[in-house]
């Protein structure tokens, strides 16, 4: 097929390809549960050894961009959450950064007595309630996390 790698550059082949794979899942060319070419199918296409193939996609499965399964092939994975603490972003941004919907789901809300521990984080006098919520936040219908809140009454 004759696909180029550049032989001449000094980032080592088996990245090259790596950023290629990746290239290609970005731009949807390979989706999620795709099956991905073999390994002799990606040394006659870029004119590359089996070693180099094989780290490539090793790195890939990693990194989780990739899963093999037994006897059947190596596939794209479903894409992670990625959040930085560095950047923080909401949940919901975090999300649509990512290129994912976001979702919740209720799952429990009540009033309660509030504990010791809960009164002093929301200074709060000690016969007032409080409000309790648990949702299941989703990115693509997938659960991510279980998140939980306390509101003043």
Not at 13 to 28: A, S, V
Not at 103 to 122: A, C, M, Q, W, Y
């Amino acid at each position: 097929m004759g696909l180029s790698l550049n032989m001449e550059s000094q980032t080592p082949l088996y990245q090259q390809l790596m950023e290629e794979i990746k290239r290609k899942i970005d731009i949807g060319e390979f989706r999620y549960g795709d099956k991905i070419p073999s390994e002799p199918e990606f040394m006659n296409m870029y004119s590359i050894s089996r070693i180099t193939v094989r780290k490539a996609v090793e790195e890939l499965v990693t990194e989780g961009y990739l899963v093999k399964k037994q006897g059947k092939g190596t596939f794209v994975n479903k894409p992670k959450l990625k959040r930085k603490i560095e950047n923080v972003l909401s949940f919901k941004n975090a999300c649509i950064a990512c290129g994912m919907k976001p979702s919740h789901t209720l799952v429990d809300r009540k009033i309660i007595n509030p504990g010791v521990d809960e009164k002093n984080f929301l200074n709060h006098g000690s016969n007032d309630k409080i409000i309790f919520t648990q949702r299941v936040l989703s990115a693509d219908g997938d659960p991510i996390m279980l998140d939980k809140q306390l509101f003043p009454h």
